[in-house]
Every structure is written in C-alpha cells, then in structure tokens.
C-alpha cells in the first residue's frame, strides 16, 4: 500500500501540475524536478506563511537575500570542504552508485547509521548480506566518502579560471553577512537573520520524488545569542517549529521529533533534533533544528581576521555570540504537504489542504458554458474575488469533472452560477471536504470565504 501511495501523489502531482521530471522531453535527468503552476502556487504560499510566522510577525527577526556564490574561503572556513560528505559504495556488477546509509537502512528495519564510519558502513552491508537493489547481486566496492558540494568556475579566459562553489546550505551567507547587519540595523541580541533560496547537493538519492533532489529551496535563520541562553532558545524553537506544522494542517501522527546521536550529528552542532515525516517509505527528516554554538562565527572571524565579536551596549560584554539554528526545506515541505493531505472518499480523490496554503482559494464556474448571460455573471463573480484571492476560471466540461479537477488540486471552494444567480444574485458554493452545497447571496460571498480562510473550514 505505501507503494501504491507514492505512485498515486506522484501521478496526481504530474497530472494536476504540482510537479514534473526535469527535462522530461529529453529523458529526464536523475533527481530533478520542476513545480508547475499548482506547486509553484502552492511553495510560494508555504514560503510566505514560513516568513509571515518567523520574520515579519517578530520584532527579533531581519531577512537578507545573500547570494548563491561566495568567496571559495567562505566554505574552507566553514568546514564543508573537509566535511561535507557522503558515504559512496558502487555494485561491481552493475556499477550502481548509492548512499551506504542510505541503503542500509532501507534493507534493515530500525537502524540509524549516519555518521558512521565508512569501515563500520562496509561490515554492516556484508554482515546484512544486502543486495544490489538494480541487479540483486551481492557484490559492493568499499564504502568511501565524496564531497556534495557542486564545484564551478568563473572568469572568462579558460587559463583565468577561478574554482567556485554552488553553496551546499544557505546559513554561510547569513553569517559572513552578520556584522554587515548588526552595523546597519538596529537589532540587539538575541536576534535571527533569516532568508529563503536555492541550495545545491551533489548527492545521490533513491528516488524519493522531490524529498531529496540535488537543487532545493531552503528557509532557514541563525538565531544569534548568548551563549548562556542556549537550552532556552533551543525549547522555544522547538515548539514553534512544530506550531508551525500544524498551521500548515499536516497531521500529528505523521509527525516525531528524533535527537542525533553524537556520531551523526554535523561537523558545527553541539545538539541536532529533526522533525520527521512518516512518508509512505519511511520516517524522514522534514525540519532540523540545530545548536551551531559559536562554531562558524569564530571560524571566520579567524580564517578572515575580520573581529565577528558582539558587545553588549547594556554590559560592555563582548563575546561571539552562539547561534541556534531551525531550518526548513520548502522543496521538500511541498512533497509532505501533498502525501499528507492526499484523500480518497469513495470514487472520488482530493488533497485535503489547508485553506491558507491552496493552491486557489476558490473556483468559478459558469454553469453552462454556451449560455452567454451565465458566462458573463460569472466572469464578474471571479474578476471581483479576483481581487482579493486566488481564484481558478473553469468552464470546461460538465459540473462534475470541474469538481473533480478542484478537489484534485485542494480547491477549498467552488462557486457555481446558474440561472437562479441571474434572478436572485445568489451562489452555489461547494465545500471540497464534505461535498456539501449552499445557497449564499454574492454581498456575503467575500466575507464568506474570508472567514473561513481565517477561522477554519
């Protein structure tokens, strides 16, 4: 069944446009995906809770928009050249390439091996006797580490060539941007510096639609603080964090928060806590929420001789602030928001979104499209709600294949004009959960769904 799950979002997703192959006409291109005009709706109305909950709502909180290159220094200092890594092995026979950790624990149940050493990753495959999952042989290369960060150049001249790097997480931009923001803003700390962009990962994945792809969005921000506040920074974004997915409308019971143990826990954290989903194959990790201490700071207010250091103006202390981390994976986020609310009620399928993150907000629907008069009454209805939501036009087909087409892409609402609606200026509007149907005047239409939309369907 969880099988048969994945298949279905992932064909629903392609047919109604929340997401496609990658350069598909051309054979694809192995983890890469495009959002279509339903999920590129869709991660915009995510990004936009994300920043309205964590940034705009805050008086703690700036946003910046660094860019996707920096001085190749930047990830020296960091640490991701030396450690940012996967642990590789290749099939003999057939040359597939894959994450040991990855493959070990989809073949053994209950097992969490990230961090381990690449001699252990070895023994565990030949002790567990797992095969090749292409060609079922059991015959694998050595485990070896390989670095994800996606290597480029710039200069014009082929000889003047410098080495850049496509960043491989969001946060060092933020960083390196730290005292430009303390010097040109009022902020004192503890305070946040947070952006959503792209990310690049030159990992290999096992398919897992858009959960892991090697071009990602990121929204994430480094809480800066001192040091001796770290435990209680760390609880109260903890329980935003998962605030922040039940506004979302995700369901609980998908939901688990697992602590890292010490060996898996990244090169920067002193503590490292995921909120996972329960995806049809498996718990993984959606959100993360990391302790960096003062780890980055202190590298490149070392590695650069630029002072990173704060002073209190209450106290005169000066210290390098400590940061805590909550990061959000809006790519992925869109692939969770679809498993979960994916519904079948009977013979008919629908993604019971939350209204706040719909694609569309409602859709119009004149009832026959070769009666004029219905037409235009409707068209004034959808330009007039136009104005203050998302609203889809559709006039194709009969009333029930428009429902279906809605209740496919999580349209909480469908406003029907017929014939009545010319004597009476009244509406059918149809709930997408329930199916039910009601007669409502159009002076009430916006405040109807408006409340909704605020309070709950």
């Known amino acids: 069944m969880t099988n048969e799950l994945f298949d279905k979002v992932v064909a ?40 309205n909950k964590f940034v705009l709502s805050r008086d703690d909180m700036v946003g910046i928009d660094a860019s996707i290159f920096l001085n190749p220094k930047v990830w020296e200092s960091s640490g991701h050249v030396a450690s940012f890594t996967d642990a590789l092995i290749d099939c003999k026979n057939c040359h597939f ?34 095969k090749c999952p292409k060609c079922g042989k059991q015959n694998w290369t050595e485990v070896r580490k390989f670095n994800l960060l996606f290597e480029s150049s710039i200069g014009i001249v082929e000889e003047g060539k410098s080495k850049v790097y496509l960043r491989g997480e969001i946060a060092q931009g933020i960083f390196v941007n730290f005292k430009n923001v303390l010097n040109t803003t009022r902020v004192k700390i503890p305070f946040g510096i947070a952006q959503q962009g792209k990310a690049f990962r030159n990992e290999i994945t096992l398919g897992q639609f858009v959960h892991r792809t090697l071009e990602f969005d990121l929204m994430e921000f480094e809480y800066f603080i001192n040091p001796a506040d770290w435990e209680e920074k760390f609880g109260f974004y903890k329980d935003e964090m998962w605030d922040w997915a039940k506004e979302l409308g995700l369901n609980t019971e998908n939901l688990r928060w697992r602590e890292h143990e010490e060996f898996e826990r990244s090169h920067y954290s002193k503590r490292t806590m995921d909120i996972e989903y329960k995806y049809p194959f498996g718990w993984k990790e959606m959100f993360g929420l990391a302790y960096r201490t003062d ?12 002072d990173l250091s704060y002073i209190d103006p209450a106290t005169g202390e000066k210290y390098i602030p400590h940061v805590i981390e909550p990061t959000f994976g809006l790519s992925r986020l869109v692939g969770v928001v679809l498993f979960d609310s994916y519904c079948e009620d009977g013979e008919r399928v629908l993604l019971k979104l939350d209204p706040k993150i719909a694609p569309y907000k409602a859709a119009v629907f004149p009832l026959l499209a070769n009666k004029p008069e219905l037409v235009e009454k409707a068209r004034l209805v959808y330009e007039n709600l136009k104005k203050e939501f998302v609203v889809a036009w559709d006039d194709r087909g009969n009333i029930g294949k428009r429902y279906a087409s809605q209740d496919e892409i999580g349209t909480p609402f469908c406003i029907t004009i017929d014939f009545d609606t010319l004597k009476d200026d009244s509406v059918t509007i149809r709930d997408r959960d329930s199916a039910k149907q009601e007669r409502i005047s159009l002076d009430k239409l916006q405040n109807y769904i408006q409340n909704k939309l605020t309070n709950g369907r």
């Open 12 to 51: 629903l997703a392609k047919r109604r446009g929340f997401a496609y192959p990658s350069s598909e006409i051309y054979g694809g291109l192995a983890n890469t995906w495009d959002f279509g005009p339903m999920g590129t709706l869709l991660k915009n109305n995510i990004r936009d809770s994300w920043w």
């Open 97 to 130: 390439r894959t994450r040991a950790d990855h493959l070990i624990e989809d073949n053994v149940v209950d097992i969490k091996v990230e961090g381990l050493p690449v001699s252990e990753l070895t023994s565990l495959v030949r002790e567990k006797n797992i």
């Open 295 to 306: 780890f980055d700071l202190r590298n490149h207010t070392e590695k650069s001789g630029k």
